[in-house]
């Protein structure tokens, strides 16, 4: 599947924020635990009415209790958690104001409700008909309720990942070919290992580490790139070695 | 070029991840808000790693680096710019008695034309079947339907009363609220997103509740239909009704926005939306507790006269206090 370009939302300040909408594997991961939970709440609520309350009002709770649980998950948790269930927050999801701002009580109310018909015909058949031809991945009550889920984990830290972008002989994507051709991934690890920990050395071993560890690669590579220093050349090798295509 | 992404990226750190640790407070718990002293910081923060999200975009094209930053900047956005929650406190009293039947009058086009749908389906089912008595087996689902009413009729008022204690009351109360909201919810969603869907639901509801009260009409146990299914009928069939009127003003703003967009058009319909919803919902917990309990008493306990009498009051009661009461400040 295509990944959906970003929605661009701009800020009073003039920021542009891009929203990414979520991919459809992603939110169906997201439902699954949510579901789950549901499950297991449900379950165990009817085991304490029963034997708090007995047969009769025990059964007459539970079956408001379920009733409320499994309209109520939702929207509880996307409003009282800034748009998360348990299921989305695992999975680095969220749910959002089509304007990028939080969304209300209302909204999230409308989109749980069409979650009938986006589950229709059976295991969310309809939504996710529907999210494939949406630019923005979005399902039937994502649609009427004006929300999009977006994606919002980005894992590392920038200092533990300090790798500069690629440009000159080092940029352009037959470069990174014939660079991640010629290292091994043994070696690949090593840089990206040295790029992480510099940090954490001494100056004097880290001046040494990098210009013996640089001196080598401008040789076995033949690079021509004089205007790197030997610490800026490991990075830039390292950041070769992760860089998605 | 490189150092200055590096400088940018070491600098910028210790801001970014205050940030994020305000942000997962404010988010975890946000309710106890941040204080004055937190809030200042975070706008400030908020306000810097915006701009600093300006800057890497010409400072580099590492998807980690802006993805980041760009999540970061985006959830400040969100807490900054987010509604104040409840900036009109009204009690719940007020909400109920004032602000719901409110928004029943302001969109009583809809809600006619949900009843006129409901009523036409209704006439249509209880002609067809006065008309042609064995049309009643097509036009009835099979769990509605009864071969012979009139010993139906006998059967339940020959036996012990259905229900007999207030706990077996409230579970088929609560069995069958539980029920009715769901498909009101159904009338509603469909209705949101085909308008015409929504009546059809209307529509057919409307034509077995016509054809099967046709069928007992036949059989000569009128009244009998009437007294069981009136007192919580009288509830019960206006709060689907309701519940398609709110679907379809909502299918109105969503399809029909005329010239604001169309997520302007559905933000606007959503504070009468969530009124008529409420109002539904609650009509139907009434009305599933009536249904489990009175409803079930054959004329050995409530006479049915005394039960279409009811009936007839709460559906007038559920017209006044929606349709012609009006308190002076209600309106808003």
């Not at chain 2, 070491?10 to 991840?17: F, N």
């Not at chain 2, 039947?101 to 089912?125: D, H, I």
Request: proline content about 5%; some cysteine; overall charge positive.
């Amino acid at each position: 599947m295509r990944s959906a370009p970003a929605r661009i939302v701009l800020t009073p300040e003039h920021v542009e924020i891009r929203l990414e909408p979520a991919g459809l594997g992603r939110r169906f991961g997201a439902v699954v635990i949510d579901g789950l939970l549901i499950l297991g709440i449900l379950a165990l609520s009817q085991k304490v009415f029963l034997l708090f309350f007995g047969a009769g009002i025990g059964k007459a709770l539970q079956a408001t209790a379920s009733f409320l649980v499994i309209w109520g998950y939702h929207v509880f948790n996307e409003v009282r958690f800034q748009g998360r269930t348990p299921g989305k927050r695992m999975l680095g999801l969220r749910v959002v104001d089509g304007r990028g701002l939080p969304l209300t009580v209302q909204q999230s109310f409308v989109r749980n409700v069409v979650r009938v018909l986006d589950f229709l015909p059976l295991l969310y058949g309809l939504g996710g008909f529907v999210a494939l031809w949406d630019r923005d991945h979005r399902r039937l009550g994502d649609l009427v309720a004006d929300t999009l889920v977006v994606r919002e984990d980005v894992p590392w830290s920038f200092v533990r990942l300090p790798f500069p972008p690629l440009d000159g002989e080092l940029g352009g994507p037959a470069a990174l070919r014939r660079l991640r051709h010629r290292l091994s991934l043994e070696e690949r690890e090593f840089l990206v290992a040295l790029s992480l920990r510099a940090d954490r050395l001494d100056d004097r071993a880290r001046f040494d580490l990098m210009a013996e560890v640089g001196g080598h690669y401008r040789e076995k590579l033949g690079l021509q790139v004089p205007h790197l220093s030997d610490e800026n050349l490991v990075r830039a090798l390292a950041s070769a070695a992760v860089k998605r295509e | 070029m490189s150092t200055e992404v590096e400088r940018f990226l070491v600098d910028g750190e210790r801001r970014w991840s205050r940030l994020g640790v305000l942000l997962d407070r404010a988010e975890a718990e946000p309710a106890r808000e941040l204080g004055r002293q937190g809030m200042q910081e975070l706008v400030q923060l908020y306000r810097a790693t915006a701009s600093d999200l300006n800057r890497a975009r010409s400072l580099t094209a590492d998807p980690e680096i802006l993805g980041r930053l760009n999540a970061l900047a985006g959830r400040a956005y969100r807490y900054v710019y987010r509604g104040r929650p409840g900036g009109r406190r009204v009690s719940w009293a007020r909400f109920l008695t004032g602000e719901v039947p409110a928004a029943f009058r302001r969109n009583a086009a809809v809600v006619w034309l949900a009843a006129a749908a409901f009523t036409a389906g209704a006439l249509f089912g209880f002609g067809a079947v006065l008309w042609q008595p064995k049309a009643a087996v097509d036009l009835v689902p099979a769990q509605f339907y009864s071969e012979s009413p009139r010993d139906r009729v006998a059967e339940i008022e020959a036996k012990e009363e259905r229900i007999s204690k207030v706990e077996e009351a409230a579970v088929f109360g609560a069995e069958l609220y539980t029920h009715n909201i769901q498909v009101s919810f159904l009338a509603l969603a469909l209705a949101a997103l085909t308008l015409v869907g929504g009546l059809w639901v209307l529509w057919y509801n409307g034509v077995i509740l016509g054809a099967v009260a046709a069928s007992y009409l036949v059989a000569g146990e009128g009244t009998f239909f009437v007294a069981w299914v009136g007192p919580h009928g009288a509830l019960e069939l206006p709060a689907i009704v309701f519940a398609g009127a709110a679907g379809l003003a909502l299918g109105r703003a969503l399809l029909l926005p005329g010239e604001l967009s169309r997520a302007e058009s559905v933000r606007r319909a959503f504070p009468d939306l969530w009124r008529m919803i409420v109002g539904v919902a609650l009509i139907l917990v009434c009305a599933g507790l009536i249904e489990g309990s009175f409803s079930q008493f054959s004329a050995k306990t409530v006479p049915y006269p005394l039960k279409i009498a009811v009936a007839a009051l709460l559906f007038a009661s559920l017209l006044f206090v929606l349709f012609v009461r009006r308190r002076p400040e209600g309106e808003s």
